[in-house]
């Protein structure tokens, strides 16, 4: 049986807030804004290049979480040093490179303090892993 995880659902207190940090600061692209109802609204964004999005939404009780509590989503990239100079050249506070045995990694969050990492996976481990592609 084949599995996609496609949709990750981002707890956050301001959806408008959130949209601006994702879309400006990250770079994702907005694939849709909706309001199904007078109390839904649905906001879908994708990292550039990345078969998985997330989604912002309120009135969805079946993903709701309290803001800020998503840890560790990982983007991968293939180098990490221009990527944190990116997103700090566009204002986000982002970590210095953390080197954990030849993987690199930039930590960063989003304005409700859900955390991210940048990661590097140097070609030697991707030779390793079977079907990994970071570009």
């Given at each position: 049986m084949e599995m996609k995880l496609e949709l990750v659902p981002?707890?956050?207190t301001d959806i408008d807030r959130a949209k601006a940090f994702y879309v400006e600061k990250l770079g994702f692209?907005?694939?849709h804004d909706v309001r199904p109802g007078d109390t839904v609204r649905i906001v879908q964004l994708t990292p550039?290049?990345?078969?998985?999005?997330i989604v912002l939404a309120i009135g969805l009780p079946g993903i709701e979480m309290p803001p800020g509590s998503l840890r560790g989503l990982h983007l991968?990239?293939?180098?990490v040093?221009?990527?944190?100079?990116?997103?700090?050249?566009?204002?986000?506070?982002?970590s210095e490179i953390d080197d954990q045995g030849g993987i690199l990694y930039?930590?960063?969050?989003d304005?409700?303090?859900?955390?991210w990492a940048l990661q590097e996976i140097p070609?030697?481990?991707r030779s390793l892993t079977s079907g990994y592609n970071a570009d």
């Open positions: 981002i707890p956050v692209n907005l694939d550039p290049g990345s078969a998985c999005s991968v990239v293939a180098d040093s221009k990527a944190r100079e990116a997103l700090a050249g566009r204002g986000v506070a982002v930039v930590s960063f969050s304005p409700d303090g859900n955390t070609a030697i481990y």
